[in-house]
Structure formats: structure tokens, C-alpha cells
């Protein structure tokens, strides 16, 4: 791969540079390098001493061309390693905001010797300088990522450690009964004790490898919960014309978005929004009233409409409180989705005493007054599959990425085959490479265990400036 030139590749040690923060109409621009020689690199085109200053300073001058012009003023934060982010010496130069000034800086700096970074090649450095483990590497651009505060604060956790330390604590576990095991191979049958044998079965410390197997399937089973809150879902509002579905979608969104008349068939397309809704990521869909037309604009939408309910994760129902259950109603179903019926307008006109739909009794919602918007939040969070007992459980260690769970579910594979092996009192020569193979995919997890196609796989999917 080149890069302006000069050959670029993510285990080299060459000084790179990067936007930290997009150019645009802001108050500053941030850039950021790093890599071997780039304080003295920066300094042979900034107007203030640079090459003596120390690490954790921060230097006012300006950035020159080679020809002495000046090109902005500007504010240079020195990090000296081991002391920084990647573990090399690197600047965070910040710089007046607009498009111009901050894309004049870069040339400089790429003239006086600076390559483009590649996606993600900071953190790559931090984890190959040992300031970051895999975990908490990924954790860095899930924080990035985050669309809500409680995605924002399970990012936060495991960079703070608390994915890293249990995986890692459990791996000891693991490493434990498989030093036990090879022992025990160390030695013939006869030198086993029957006491050892009866106590322990063929697998040495059991019980050990029963715990961490508890324990890693609790974190396969958190990830729905955390995909959910990291992806978000999809929330269509669905229903007859005019049945109250902008309205709704605007009290959902807190502004006005969807034109609301009295008029069938306003919407003639979907809109669609990002609303947070008990901390979880909503992609709010509003759709065109559902019914025969033969206005060929609105049939479009229409036929748009049942296409997005088909791809959706959960589909609001309205039901016009004012007009009441029509047939159309009652035939409405989502091939193989979720879907919650709505009683719409409750501040004109209440719902049939025990009015049942498929088995579900409708919410009651005015998006007028909103009443029953609380009950709507709780029923959409039951049907995203959270509820209020897994969202106090925030603070335990959870994965974040399908690479974590796809690592740990081969971990739980490889136990589960060696206990079931213990357990049919087959030969511990069988068994401990299934231990070994646990142990090795827990160590890919924080990046014990790794290989350069793996890496760079990862971290080019990182954001440029990361």
C-alpha cells in the first residue's frame, strides 16, 4: 500500500499525521501525529522551540511553510514516550477550525516528511506498544460509535479494563486445570491415586473449568443486550391513513418532522430518525398509511411501506381511537417480526373494555397529551428484549464486538467437549488439547494470541485520525 508516495503499512514506525476531528465550520481543528523523529519533524516548521520542550507541555507558535510563511497560529501539545496515547512521540496540534487552515497544516506537515495515517494505525500503535489491549482497542472506536449514554457508558467500562480483566481471570482459571492435566499426564495410571481419580474424574480441578464455563456462557448470552444497545433497532409506525402515525412519530422524535393533516395520505413516502428510547438506539420509521390507492405516487409509498415492515424489528400498529377497529386492523400481521398494537388518539375516544388483538391488548397513546408514551417505552424495550433487571446489570464485564463473542463461543465449544469427554472417563490426552484450544481463544480476545491479518482486518475498519 502507498500513502502519498511513501510505502505505508501498519507495523512500520514512520510518522504519520491525521485529522482527529473533522474539518468544517468549528472553532478549532484538531491534528494529530505520532512515530519516530516527528516532534523534531514538527519543529523544523513550527516558529517556537519544539525539540526540547518536554512531554505533557503545551507550545503556542506558528506553523511556517519551508519558505518561512507563516500558515496558522497555533497550539501544539507535546507527548513524549512512553507517555502518550501510542506509546511513541507524538503532538496534537490544534488549529483554527474551517476547511483551509486545517487542510494547509496537513500539507505541511506531509512536506516535511509526515505520511497519511491509515484507519485506525494510532490505536494499532497503542496496542502494539502495549498501552492497549484488544479489548479496550475496540472499545475505543465503540465509544466513537455510541448513539446513547448507556452504550456510551458499556464502551466506557471496557476500556476502562472490565472486559480485559474478565477474560482474563477466567483464562488463568483455564490455564490452572490445564497445568493440573498436563501434570497428571506427566505420570502413568498407576501413579494416579484412586482418592485423586474418584475425587476428580479423568479432568484434574473440575470444578474450575464447570465455573469458567458458567461464566463465559453468561458473556455469550450479554451479547444480544449489548448488540442491541451498540446497533440499535428498527421501529416502524404502521397503520390506515390518517390513523395518527406522524403525530406519533413526532412526540416519539420530540419535534415536528412528519407533516400532520386531516387529509388521507399526506405521507407519501417514509422519514425516517435516531431517537433514543430508555437508552437504546431507535431507527424511527414513518411510514405511508396502508391501503388501496389508485394514486400512483402514494401506491409507491404504499408498497415502500410493506417493504420496510417486512425488515423491521418491531412495527407500531396504529389503531384510529377516533374511527375504531376496522377489518384491516384486525388482519394486520408482520411475517415473522414483533409488532405492538397501538390504541391512537385515547384523548378523543377510549378503546372497547377488554379489547384483544392477537392476543395483545392495545396501548392507549394520545400523542396530543402523551399519555401512555411511558407504557409505550416499556413495551418497546420488552420487545427489544431488555428489560429493567438487565439494564441494572450494566456494570458487569460484557463483549463488544462479534469478534469477542465468536472467540468466545468457540471456548465454550472446546470446554463443553472436554467436559463431556471427562465425564464418559476418556484419557486426559484427549481432553487437554480441547483446555489448550480454550486458552487460545480466549488469549485472541485480548490480543495475547494474534497474527498481522488479523490486526490490520480490525483496526482498518477504525475511523482515519483513531
Request: hydrophobic residues 40%.
Amino acid at each position: 500500500m502507498t500513502n502519498n508516495g511513501i510505502k505505508a503499512n501498519y507495523g512500520d514506525e514512520s510518522p504519520i499525521a491525521a485529522f482527529a476531528t473533522t474539518p468544517g465550520n468549528s472553532a478549532l481543528t484538531l491534528i494529530r501525529c505520532s512515530g519516530k523523529g516527528s516532534i523534531e519533524l514538527v519543529s523544523s516548521i513550527f516558529s517556537s522551540p519544539l525539540a526540547s520542550a518536554q512531554g505533557n507541555t503545551v507550545i503556542h507558535g506558528w506553523i511556517v511553510s519551508n519558505k518561512k510563511e507563516k500558515i496558522d497560529d497555533v497550539l501544539v501539545s507535546v507527548f513524549r514516550a512512553p507517555k502518550s496515547y501510542t506509546g511513541e512521540d507524538s503532538l496534537d496540534i490544534c488549529c483554527h477550525g474551517g476547511v483551509a487552515a486545517g487542510k494547509a497544516v496537513m500539507e505541511a506537515l506531509k512536506t516535511s516528511g509526515f505520511r497519511d495515517a491509515l484507519p485506525g494505525e494510532f490505536t494499532f500503535r497503542a496496542f502494539m506498544n502495549g498501552k492497549l489491549d484488544l479489548t479496550k482497542a475496540e472499545s475505543v472506536m465503540e465509544l466513537v460509535s455510541a448513539k446513547t449514554e448507556i452504550s456510551r457508558r458499556h464502551a466506557v467500562l471496557r476500556l476502562s479494563g472490565s472486559l480485559y480483566e474478565e477474560i482474563d481471570s477466567i483464562k488463568k482459571m483455564l490455564v490452572g486445570v490445564l497445568a493440573a492435566a498436563e501434570i497428571y499426564l506427566d505420570y502413568s495410571e498407576d501413579e494416579i491415586s484412586a482418592d485423586a481419580e474418584e475425587a476428580e474424574g479423568r479432568l484434574p480441578q473440575k470444578n474450575i473449568a464447570l465455573e469458567a464455563l458458567t461464566r463465559l456462557k453468561k458473556l455469550s448470552a450479554g451479547w444480544r443486550i449489548e448488540r442491541v444497545y451498540q446497533e440499535g433497532i428498527t421501529l416502524v409506525i404502521a397503520g390506515c391513513p390518517n390513523s395518527g402515525k406522524s403525530s406519533l412519530f413526532n412526540a416519539l422524535l420530540k419535534e415536528d418532522r412528519s407533516i400532520v393533516t386531516e387529509i388521507p395520505g399526506t405521507t407519501r413516502d417514509w422519514i425516517e430518525a435516531w431517537v433514543s428510547i430508555e437508552g437504546i438506539p431507535i431507527r424511527l420509521i414513518d411510514t405511508a398509511g396502508l391501503r388501496e390507492t389508485a394514486d400512483s405516487v402514494e401506491k409507491l409509498g404504499v408498497e415502500r411501506s410493506r417493504k420496510l415492515l417486512e425488515e423491521s424489528d418491531i412495527v407500531l400498529y396504529l389503531i384510529d381511537g377516533a374511527r375504531g377497529l376496522t377489518d384491516e386492523d384486525k388482519n394486520f400481521t408482520v411475517q415473522g417480526g414483533k409488532y405492538i398494537f397501538v390504541w391512537s388518539k385515547c384523548d378523543i375516544a377510549s378503546p372497547p373494555e377488554s379489547l384483544n388483538i392477537n392476543g395483545q391488548i392495545p396501548i392507549c397513546v394520545s400523542a396530543k397529551t402523551g399519555d401512555g408514551l411511558v407504557q409505550l417505552y416499556t413495551a418497546i424495550t420488552l420487545e427489544a428484549g431488555i428489560n429493567d433487571l438487565q439494564q441494572s446489570d450494566s456494570s458487569s464485564a460484557a463483549l463488544g464486538t462479534v469478534r469477542q463473542k465468536t472467540l468466545v463461543d468457540i471456548a465454550c465449544g472446546s470446554l463443553e467437549e472436554a467436559l463431556t469427554l471427562s465425564d464418559n472417563d476418556e484419557p486426559l490426552d484427549l481432553i487437554a488439547p480441547l483446555l489448550k484450544d480454550a486458552v487460545s481463544s480466549l488469549g485472541e480476545i485480548t490480543g495475547e494470541i494474534s497474527t498481522v491479518d488479523l490486526l490490520e482486518k480490525m483496526f482498518s475498519s477504525f475511523c482515519v485520525g483513531k
